[in-house]
């Protein structure tokens, strides 16, 4: 061909025209590239919620990661089941999925999708030597990193690319993606910020990446590596992060603020080291908290307490994750010993108390001048105050409003529980309040309507439901979209906690047994759980299967399970059994081949360089 010019690859002449040169042309614009690998994990394309997806052949909303990684590492696990029948999703749970599963290969593209875009901005980017800017490369590596730290988990060997290429690329085996990741990681950990805008990675999250890497080094690539990850965990656990302990609703626990729509500002961010954002304006997707909101509402539940416009009626829990939560128990003698003062000849009767009208009364605190209390486990009756078991001086209420009168009326106590009783002599006041076990308040679940037992899939009502994801912020206001339609929460994809436990588990494989700061780390996640020590551990009680246990209960539908019951040998085998595992009501042992995922058919088809994993 012939050409006036020197060679066919021109750029527009025309300067209203923006080109691949305006986007790299400085640090600012440099940015706005950075954003969509960033984006890229949380929404699904250019229009947002849908309309202009980066992947096809796939429901859009399907296609978003953390959707994606929900039903690969939570729905296939004992952690959740969905009533849905789209091709390919009852698979999931029932872990008989083919290689022409539309979610494992729309997982496999969406990743491979990042580490494209991670690597033309790169590439593109190293022409500038503006400083800020290599932050941004450093910032990009570390997505690239993440990304095939997701694809060594979910499909073991895949192909290492760092550059864009026309090529066929050929597979690494999963050692090493491991080495290429653990390398990146090293090599960035001092190229990236001490801290960063929410939202962003900084130094302490190549950190992170670390620890969960070297967590799991021994199944990846058979040479433990606990010692590395007690090293980079413990480099995280002396951060700036801290663990949320800032009850900003008044329930009792911090821990559901965690997963509230101001989690990036009501003390939650804290604790968090590398988040998914969302916008019920600003970052539309059905995919991310929109999904995980929605799809756990149904039967009698109300979307307008978990501030959405309506359940999409799919997602539930099985019943081991619901036992694994332990009931609190109410220690009387403790509470009462809480209260101070000395016991005193006011006393409770009536045959509400323990020994009926018949008496001895139930003695009293006087906790200050004429102010008496006591802890008492009472059943269903009525009851009077009275003065060293004399009817000559005893107090009553005739109205039911809290106020005592000489010989008033019984009062009465309307079901079987523990209170606290006061008494206020010099008011004339007193106040009955029931004292309800809080247990581990990580476990939110709905029960109204709900069995504990998934007989079948699907009806909605098979399983409880969990609310631990919700669009209302700390003061019970609903997110910024005023329909309702899209969720404002973020995805803490990893946070403090997660460390405190990859710590805990690395040291007892690593040396056999648990050091005092371990149990010290895992009381600090119960005591915020608990609202109270009463949740407590000794060094004692923490062994392997405690912190798996521990796992599931602070981490559960956050992307972690089944990557955490593989490396305990869980996943597959009898010796773990879930509803509807194997696609059995009680639960069978499956393939071992189904501990990874399969290259997609059609990125087998297309690339003759790739083999298939083993059972595909």
């Not at 679940?445 to 504990?452: A, C, I, R, S």
């Not at 912020?473 to 997660?498: C, H, K, M, W």
Request: hydrophobic share 35%; proline share 4%; aromatic share 12%.
């Amino acid at each position: 061909m012939v050409s006036c010019h020197d060679d066919l690859d021109q750029l527009p002449t025309d300067p209203d025209i923006f080109s691949e040169l305006d986007v790299f042309a400085n640090a600012t614009e440099a940015q706005s590239a950075l954003a969509k690998l960033y984006a890229s994990l949380a929404l699904t394309g250019q229009d947002g919620p849908a309309g202009n997806p980066d992947i096809s052949e796939i429901d859009e909303g399907f296609s978003q990661y953390s959707r994606m990684l929900f039903n690969l590492n939570e729905l296939t696990t004992d952690h959740a089941v969905v009533g849905w029948g789209d091709p390919g999703l009852p698979d999931l749970h029932g872990q008989y999925w083919s290689a022409s599963n539309d979610f494992t290969g729309a997982m496999y593209l969406r990743l491979a999708q990042e580490v494209s875009f991670c690597n033309s901005f790169i590439q593109n980017a190293s022409n500038l030597s503006d400083d800020v800017v290599q932050t941004y490369i450093a910032e990009a590596r570390f997505l690239r990193a993440f990304a095939y730290y997701n694809l060594a988990d979910f499909y073991g060997n895949v192909p290492v690319l760092t550059e864009i290429s026309t090529t066929l690329p050929t597979q690494n085996t999963r050692e090493e993606v491991f080495n290429f990741i653990e390398e990146e990681l090293l090599a960035i950990q001092d190229l990236l910020p001490e801290s960063n805008e929410y939202g962003r990675v900084d130094k302490v999250a190549a950190w992170a990446l670390l620890s969960k890497l070297y967590l799991n080094a021994e199944v990846w690539t058979g040479v433990p590596r606990y010692n590395d990850c007690v090293t980079f965990s413990n480099n995280v656990i002396n951060s700036s992060y801290t663990i949320n302990m800032n009850d900003a609703n008044g329930n009792g626990t911090a821990y559901d603020e965690l997963f509230l729509a101001d989690n990036d500002t009501n003390g939650a961010q804290n604790e968090f080291i590398f988040t998914l954002n969302f916008d019920g304006l600003q970052s539309q997707t059905y995919g991310g908290t929109t999904f995980l909101v929605h799809a756990a509402i149904g039967g009698s539940m109300d979307p307008t307490a978990y501030g959405v416009n309506g359940g999409w009626g799919g997602l539930r829990v099985t019943k081991n994750l619901v036992n694994k939560f332990e009931t609190g128990e109410i220690d009387i003698d403790n509470l009462n010993g809480s209260l101070g003062g000395t016991l005193s000849d006011w006393g409770l009767v009536g045959d509400a108390t323990e020994n009926s009208w018949d008496g001895p009364d139930m003695e009293m605190f006087e906790t200050a001048t004429n102010q008496y209390a006591l802890y008492a486990n009472l059943t269903s009756g009525e009851l009077k105050f009275r003065f060293n078991e004399d009817w000559g001086q005893n107090y009553g209420d005739n109205d039911t409003d809290g106020t005592l009168e000489p010989g008033g009326a019984n009062i009465p106590i309307a079901a079987d529980g523990t209170y606290l009783i006061t008494m206020d002599l010099d008011g004339l006041t007193y106040s009955i309040t029931e004292i309800v076990p809080s247990g581990d308040m990580r476990g939110m679940f709905y029960t109204d309507g709900q069995e504990l037992e998934i007989e079948s899939i699907p009806p909605f009502s098979n399983g409880y439901a969990t609310t631990k994801f919700k669009n209302i912020d700390s003061s019970g206001s609903q997110g910024n979209d005023s329909s309702g339609e899209f969720v404002d929460t973020d995805i803490p994809v990893i946070r403090l906690a997660e460390i405190y436990l990859n710590y805990a588990e690395a040291v007892i494989r690593r040396d056999g047994a648990a050091d005092q700061q371990s149990v010290n780390l895992i009381n600090e996640l119960r005591e915020r759980a608990y609202g109270n020590s009463s949740g407590n551990i000794s060094i004692g009680d923490l062994d392997e299967d405690f912190i798996l246990d521990e796992r599931s209960r602070e981490l559960y539908w956050e992307g972690q399970r089944r990557t955490d019951l593989i490396r305990y040998d869980y996943f597959t085998t009898s010796d773990y059994l879930w509803p509807w595992k194997g696609n059995q009501p009680n639960g069978v042992s499956t393939s071992s081949f189904r501990n990874v995922f399969p290259i997609p058919s059609n990125t087998i088809l297309t690339n003759p360089n790739l083999q298939q994993n083993e059972g595909y």
